[in-house]
Protein backbone atom coordinates (compact mmCIF):
# COMPACT_ATOMS: atom_id res chain seq x y z
CA UNK A 1 0.00 0.00 0.00
CA UNK A 2 1.60 3.51 -0.50
CA UNK A 3 1.96 5.82 1.69
CA UNK A 4 0.91 9.20 2.05
CA UNK A 5 2.56 11.02 3.87
CA UNK A 6 6.89 11.54 2.41
CA UNK A 7 7.91 12.78 5.63
CA UNK A 8 6.57 13.27 9.10
CA UNK A 9 8.73 15.99 10.59
CA UNK A 10 8.90 15.68 14.79
CA UNK A 11 9.93 18.51 17.10
CA UNK A 12 10.12 22.39 17.48
CA UNK A 13 7.97 24.49 15.60
CA UNK A 14 8.90 28.10 16.28
CA UNK A 15 9.55 31.32 15.57
CA UNK A 16 13.31 32.91 14.83
CA UNK A 17 14.25 36.45 15.16
CA UNK A 18 17.11 36.98 12.95
CA UNK A 19 19.53 40.17 13.44
CA UNK A 20 19.33 42.60 10.85
CA UNK A 21 23.41 43.60 11.11
CA UNK A 22 25.51 41.01 9.59
CA UNK A 23 28.87 39.87 11.36
CA UNK A 24 28.15 40.58 15.22
CA UNK A 25 26.53 38.86 17.92
CA UNK A 26 23.53 39.21 19.45
CA UNK A 27 25.10 41.65 21.75
CA UNK A 28 25.67 43.95 19.13
CA UNK A 29 22.91 43.23 16.95
CA UNK A 30 19.94 46.18 17.25
CA UNK A 31 16.82 44.96 15.07
CA UNK A 32 15.45 41.74 14.03
CA UNK A 33 12.94 40.66 11.18
CA UNK A 34 10.64 37.37 12.00
CA UNK A 35 10.74 34.43 10.43
CA UNK A 36 9.31 30.90 10.58
CA UNK A 37 12.20 28.05 12.42
CA UNK A 38 12.89 24.78 13.64
CA UNK A 39 14.43 22.50 11.92
CA UNK A 40 12.00 20.09 11.59
CA UNK A 41 9.48 23.20 10.38
CA UNK A 42 12.31 24.48 7.62
CA UNK A 43 12.75 20.60 6.74
CA UNK A 44 8.96 20.01 6.39
CA UNK A 45 8.25 23.89 4.37
CA UNK A 46 11.62 22.88 1.76
CA UNK A 47 10.52 19.48 1.49
CA UNK A 48 6.71 20.83 0.59
CA UNK A 49 7.77 22.88 -1.39
CA UNK A 50 9.99 20.44 -3.27
CA UNK A 51 6.59 18.70 -4.18
CA UNK A 52 6.75 15.86 -1.31
CA UNK A 53 3.70 15.35 0.88
CA UNK A 54 5.28 16.76 4.48
CA UNK A 55 3.64 16.63 7.80
CA UNK A 56 4.59 18.41 11.13
CA UNK A 57 4.12 17.64 14.65
CA UNK A 58 4.79 20.09 17.07
CA UNK A 59 3.47 22.07 19.48
CA UNK A 60 2.91 25.85 19.62
CA UNK A 61 1.32 28.66 21.76
CA UNK A 62 -2.27 30.16 21.14
CA UNK A 63 -1.21 33.29 20.29
CA UNK A 64 -0.08 35.63 17.26
CA UNK A 65 2.97 33.92 16.91
CA UNK A 66 1.36 30.38 16.60
CA UNK A 67 -1.13 31.64 14.15
CA UNK A 68 1.95 32.77 12.26
CA UNK A 69 3.51 29.78 12.05
CA UNK A 70 -0.32 28.05 11.21
CA UNK A 71 -0.80 30.45 8.20
CA UNK A 72 2.98 29.74 6.60
CA UNK A 73 2.50 25.96 6.86
CA UNK A 74 -1.26 25.81 5.25
CA UNK A 75 0.73 28.62 2.18
CA UNK A 76 2.70 25.42 1.44
CA UNK A 77 0.11 22.57 1.85
CA UNK A 78 1.92 21.09 5.01
CA UNK A 79 -0.16 18.59 7.10
CA UNK A 80 -1.09 20.43 10.42
CA UNK A 81 -3.42 17.86 11.87
CA UNK A 82 -0.93 16.64 15.12
CA UNK A 83 0.26 20.39 15.76
CA UNK A 84 -1.01 21.36 19.02
CA UNK A 85 -2.13 25.22 20.11
CA UNK A 86 -1.38 25.55 24.10
CA UNK A 87 -3.77 28.29 25.90
CA UNK A 88 -1.18 27.83 29.23
CA UNK A 89 2.10 28.26 27.39
CA UNK A 90 2.80 31.13 24.51
CA UNK A 91 4.65 29.73 21.23
CA UNK A 92 8.74 29.41 21.82
CA UNK A 93 10.87 32.37 20.30
CA UNK A 94 14.65 32.47 19.05
CA UNK A 95 16.96 35.37 18.71
CA UNK A 96 19.49 34.46 16.14
CA UNK A 97 22.57 36.71 15.15
CA UNK A 98 22.95 37.40 10.82
CA UNK A 99 26.55 35.59 10.97
CA UNK A 100 28.45 34.02 8.18
CA UNK A 101 30.17 31.08 10.68
CA UNK A 102 27.45 29.36 13.20
CA UNK A 103 25.31 32.15 14.30
CA UNK A 104 24.79 33.18 18.35
CA UNK A 105 21.40 32.82 19.52
CA UNK A 106 19.11 33.22 22.70
CA UNK A 107 16.18 30.46 22.86
CA UNK A 108 12.89 31.17 25.02
CA UNK A 109 11.72 27.64 25.04
CA UNK A 110 8.08 27.47 26.18
CA UNK A 111 5.74 25.54 24.31
CA UNK A 112 7.68 23.83 21.07
CA UNK A 113 8.60 20.44 24.18
CA UNK A 114 5.27 19.62 24.96
CA UNK A 115 5.00 17.02 22.56
CA UNK A 116 2.44 14.05 23.54
CA UNK A 117 2.26 10.70 22.23
CA UNK A 118 -1.85 11.60 21.41
CA UNK A 119 -0.03 13.72 18.60
CA UNK A 120 1.24 10.45 16.82
CA UNK A 121 -1.02 7.72 16.45
CA UNK A 122 0.00 4.40 14.89
CA UNK A 123 -2.26 4.59 11.64
CA UNK A 124 0.02 7.81 11.02
CA UNK A 125 2.96 6.26 11.07
CA UNK A 126 1.84 3.52 9.11
CA UNK A 127 1.25 6.32 6.86
CA UNK A 128 4.98 7.45 6.81
CA UNK A 129 7.92 6.72 5.04
CA UNK A 130 10.25 9.13 6.69
CA UNK A 131 10.21 9.66 10.51
CA UNK A 132 12.61 13.00 11.09
CA UNK A 133 13.51 14.43 14.27
CA UNK A 134 16.27 16.64 15.78
CA UNK A 135 18.80 16.72 18.87
CA UNK A 136 16.86 20.12 19.56
CA UNK A 137 13.61 18.23 19.74
CA UNK A 138 14.92 15.23 22.08
CA UNK A 139 16.30 17.79 24.54
CA UNK A 140 13.63 18.30 27.08
CA UNK A 141 10.39 15.76 28.04
CA UNK A 142 8.11 15.21 27.75
CA UNK A 143 8.61 15.39 23.66
CA UNK A 144 12.05 13.25 24.12
CA UNK A 145 10.35 10.01 25.67
CA UNK A 146 7.27 10.85 23.40
CA UNK A 147 9.56 10.92 20.20
CA UNK A 148 11.80 7.68 21.22
CA UNK A 149 9.00 5.45 22.03
CA UNK A 150 6.83 6.69 18.67
CA UNK A 151 10.78 6.30 17.10
CA UNK A 152 10.72 2.77 17.87
CA UNK A 153 6.86 2.42 16.65
CA UNK A 154 7.70 3.90 13.40
CA UNK A 155 10.37 1.43 12.99
CA UNK A 156 7.53 -1.79 13.47
CA UNK A 157 5.72 0.44 10.93
CA UNK A 158 7.51 0.28 8.60
CA UNK A 159 9.15 3.73 8.54
CA UNK A 160 12.67 4.85 7.76
CA UNK A 161 13.69 7.23 10.61
CA UNK A 162 16.15 10.19 10.18
CA UNK A 163 17.98 12.70 12.69
CA UNK A 164 19.46 15.98 12.49
CA UNK A 165 22.05 16.04 15.61
CA UNK A 166 21.89 19.64 16.05
CA UNK A 167 23.56 19.72 19.09
CA UNK A 168 23.94 22.76 21.35
CA UNK A 169 25.12 23.13 25.19
CA UNK A 170 23.01 25.99 25.26
CA UNK A 171 19.75 23.98 24.72
CA UNK A 172 20.90 20.24 26.58
CA UNK A 173 23.52 21.28 29.09
CA UNK A 174 23.97 17.74 29.73
CA UNK A 175 26.32 16.07 27.02
CA UNK A 176 26.02 12.68 28.95
CA UNK A 177 22.38 12.65 29.13
CA UNK A 178 22.86 13.68 25.35
CA UNK A 179 24.82 10.97 23.87
CA UNK A 180 22.64 8.38 25.71
CA UNK A 181 19.65 9.35 23.80
CA UNK A 182 21.41 10.06 20.82
CA UNK A 183 22.63 6.49 20.81
CA UNK A 184 18.92 5.02 21.73
CA UNK A 185 18.17 6.53 18.62
CA UNK A 186 20.63 5.62 16.44
CA UNK A 187 19.97 2.22 17.27
CA UNK A 188 16.52 2.32 14.59
CA UNK A 189 19.49 2.84 11.71
CA UNK A 190 18.21 6.58 11.15
CA UNK A 191 19.62 8.74 8.21
CA UNK A 192 22.22 10.89 10.27
CA UNK A 193 22.81 14.20 9.47
CA UNK A 194 25.75 15.62 11.59
CA UNK A 195 28.21 18.49 10.81
CA UNK A 196 31.49 19.20 12.49
CA UNK A 197 30.18 21.69 14.95
CA UNK A 198 28.08 19.97 16.35
CA UNK A 199 29.96 17.24 17.07
CA UNK A 200 33.18 19.66 18.34
CA UNK A 201 29.98 20.42 21.04
CA UNK A 202 28.62 17.00 21.24
CA UNK A 203 32.22 15.34 22.38
CA UNK A 204 33.30 18.71 23.65
CA UNK A 205 36.76 17.90 21.59
CA UNK A 206 37.74 18.07 17.64
CA UNK A 207 37.42 14.42 16.74
CA UNK A 208 38.50 12.75 13.30
CA UNK A 209 36.22 11.99 10.79
CA UNK A 210 36.86 8.29 11.19
CA UNK A 211 36.22 8.79 14.94
CA UNK A 212 32.92 10.38 14.69
CA UNK A 213 31.98 7.75 11.63
CA UNK A 214 32.83 5.05 13.88
CA UNK A 215 31.15 6.40 17.02
CA UNK A 216 27.49 6.27 14.72
CA UNK A 217 28.53 2.94 13.09
CA UNK A 218 28.77 1.41 16.24
CA UNK A 219 25.40 2.73 17.32
CA UNK A 220 24.52 1.19 14.62
CA UNK A 221 23.54 3.45 12.02
CA UNK A 222 24.17 2.36 8.18
CA UNK A 223 24.29 6.15 6.40
CA UNK A 224 26.32 9.34 8.47
CA UNK A 225 26.36 12.36 6.12
CA UNK A 226 28.71 14.75 7.90
CA UNK A 227 28.56 18.59 6.61
CA UNK A 228 31.77 20.59 6.45
CA UNK A 229 30.73 23.96 5.70
CA UNK A 230 32.71 25.64 2.79
CA UNK A 231 34.76 22.41 2.72
CA UNK A 232 31.42 20.28 1.61
CA UNK A 233 30.25 16.89 2.47
CA UNK A 234 31.64 13.53 3.76
CA UNK A 235 29.15 10.39 3.52
CA UNK A 236 30.02 7.23 5.16
CA UNK A 237 27.86 4.10 4.59
CA UNK A 238 28.86 1.45 6.69
CA UNK A 239 30.96 -0.95 4.57
CA UNK A 240 31.82 1.00 1.82
CA UNK A 241 34.02 3.73 0.48
CA UNK A 242 33.68 7.57 1.99
CA UNK A 243 32.06 9.91 -1.05
CA UNK A 244 33.31 13.40 -0.19
CA UNK A 245 31.86 16.67 -2.35
CA UNK A 246 32.94 20.07 -2.59
CA UNK A 247 30.89 22.54 -1.54
CA UNK A 248 29.13 25.08 -4.58
CA UNK A 249 31.15 28.42 -4.00
CA UNK A 250 29.12 30.87 -3.49
CA UNK A 251 29.83 34.63 -4.06
CA UNK A 252 28.28 36.26 -1.23
CA UNK A 253 26.70 34.33 1.85
CA UNK A 254 23.87 36.35 3.05
CA UNK A 255 22.55 34.04 5.79
CA UNK A 256 23.99 30.95 7.58
CA UNK A 257 20.55 29.75 9.52
CA UNK A 258 18.68 27.19 8.22
CA UNK A 259 21.52 26.10 6.07
CA UNK A 260 21.83 22.49 7.16
CA UNK A 261 18.13 22.36 7.22
CA UNK A 262 17.93 22.99 3.61
CA UNK A 263 20.96 20.25 2.88
CA UNK A 264 19.16 17.67 4.67
CA UNK A 265 15.73 18.43 3.14
CA UNK A 266 17.62 17.88 -0.07
CA UNK A 267 19.29 14.50 1.02
CA UNK A 268 15.89 13.67 2.04
CA UNK A 269 13.82 14.57 -1.31
CA UNK A 270 16.47 12.61 -3.35
CA UNK A 271 16.59 9.39 -0.85
CA UNK A 272 12.65 9.19 -1.42
CA UNK A 273 13.12 9.66 -5.18
CA UNK A 274 15.71 6.73 -5.15
CA UNK A 275 18.59 8.48 -6.46
CA UNK A 276 22.09 7.58 -5.57
CA UNK A 277 24.05 8.44 -2.30
CA UNK A 278 26.27 10.89 -4.99
CA UNK A 279 23.40 12.41 -6.32
CA UNK A 280 21.47 12.66 -3.21
CA UNK A 281 24.58 14.99 -2.16
CA UNK A 282 24.57 16.77 -5.48
CA UNK A 283 20.78 17.69 -4.85
CA UNK A 284 21.26 18.28 -1.22
CA UNK A 285 24.30 20.77 -1.57
CA UNK A 286 22.31 23.10 -4.42
CA UNK A 287 19.87 23.28 -1.96
CA UNK A 288 22.33 24.67 0.73
CA UNK A 289 24.08 26.90 -1.84
CA UNK A 290 20.27 28.58 -2.51
CA UNK A 291 19.59 28.66 1.14
CA UNK A 292 23.20 30.54 2.06
CA UNK A 293 22.25 33.37 -0.37
CA UNK A 294 18.84 34.10 1.44
CA UNK A 295 18.32 35.78 4.80
CA UNK A 296 15.75 33.60 6.47
CA UNK A 297 13.68 30.77 4.25
CA UNK A 298 14.26 29.89 0.52
CA UNK A 299 12.70 32.70 -1.56
CA UNK A 300 9.16 32.48 -2.43
CA UNK A 301 9.41 33.85 -5.81
CA UNK A 302 11.26 30.90 -7.35
CA UNK A 303 10.87 27.10 -8.62
CA UNK A 304 13.34 25.56 -6.21
CA UNK A 305 12.71 22.04 -7.71
CA UNK A 306 13.65 23.54 -11.23
CA UNK A 307 16.92 24.96 -9.47
CA UNK A 308 17.99 21.22 -8.37
CA UNK A 309 17.65 19.14 -11.38
CA UNK A 310 18.79 21.58 -13.81
Not at 65 to 87: D, H, M, P, S, W
Not at 142 to 165: F, Q
Not at 294 to 309: A, C, E, M, Y
Request: aromatic share 8%; charged share 25%; proline share 3%.
Amino acid sequence: MEREIDILCVGEALVDFIGHQQGVNINQTRDYHRYLGGSPTNVAMNTSRLGLKSALVATIGKDGFGEYILQRLKEVNINVNNILALETEPTSTIFVSRSTDTPDFVAYRKSDFIITEKQIELKTLQQTKIFHTTCFALSKNPARDTILKKAKEAVNAGCKLSIDVNFSEKIWPDRALAVEVIKEYCSYNPLVKISEDDMERLFNTKKSHKEIFDFFHKSGVEIVCLTLGEKGVVLSQKGKSEISLPAIDIKKVMDTTGAGDAFWSGFLFAYIKKKSMEDSLKIALKLAALKLQNVGRLPDNINILSKLIS
